[in-house]
């Protein structure tokens, strides 16, 4: 059993959101053990104190508590499974966070077969974006036994403020399920909103401005809309992850027997920006599909 008193943390995937919340742990005081398929991308940490490990088996060896901050489910499976993979080379008694945004299932599988060595593994999506991340101001849905969440709230409160157990294995990732929902149609609709205000002549700032803080204010309206309007369209979430998310939710809604008609259409219109080329814009590069 690991008996220290977590100061180690490890971080595997160091990309757009993933870099600011490491540094955030590092910049904490603990000793920070970090990998990423691009090593490129993990210098600047390694600047400023972490430590470079060659593979995921190595930094699960020596990390009592290991964070992963991938891409797609199958990344999740490559990182926690086989020979190399977390699950066979982490001691009893660590404690793993997949922050990814992953299948409600791949979280309950993980779960299980970590029970069986003696590893707690917890699912703790996050949502906010890369502004979220820079600031820790995240939103974390985490699910699995409430004991071992307890034991890295203080490691989460790093990342993040709007914290929350939502239940066993499996309920972090159906909450990000409900948040990706809500997001999708809500990102058509700010959509739709900006190009009427243009076409109608009026300041997009100006409407912004108004509305935003009335019943149609949003986290996409007040943080997405003005980027939109200084043509960024820089990745603060990208669009193919985005299309990752809400292919998994209807993939959920589908075996619940229950009807996502606002996400279909997200779905469908996000698929038709990627096939334009914009897979590795922001989602807020959904604006351009109105402007045609």
Known sequence: MITNNNSVVGFIGI??????????????????????????????????????????????????????????????????????????????????????TSRPDLAADLYEKGQKKGIHCLDAPVTGGDIGAENATLSIMVGGKRDHFKKVLPIL?????????????????????????????????MCEALSYAKKTGLSPEKVIENIGQGAAGSWSLNNLAPRIIKHDFSPGFY??????????????ARALGLKTPGLELAADLYAQLAAQGCENEGTQALYKLFQK
Request: charged share 15%.
């Open 157 to 189: 409160k790093l990342m993040g403020k709007n914290i929350h157990h939502q239940g066993p294995a499996s309920s972090g990732q159906h909450t990000k399920m409900a948040n990706q929902i809500a997001i999708a149609a809500g990102m058509v609709a």
């Open 15 to 100: 990309g757009v959101m993933g870099n600011h919340m490491a540094r955030h742990i590092l910049k904490a005081g603990y000793t920070l053990y970090i990998h990423s398929r691009t090593r490129s991308k993990t210098r600047p940490l390694c600047r400023e104190g972490a430590v470079w490990q060659e593979s995921v088996a190595q930094l699960a060896k020596q990390c009592p508590v290991i964070i992963t901050m991938v891409g797609y489910p199958t990344d999740v499976e490559s990182i926690y499974m086989g020979p190399e993979g977390i699950l066979e080379n982490a001691q009893s008694g660590t404690v793993t966070m997949d922050m990814t």
């Open 239 to 252: 669009v193919k992850h985005f299309i990752k998310d809400m292919g998994i939710a209807l993939e959920s």
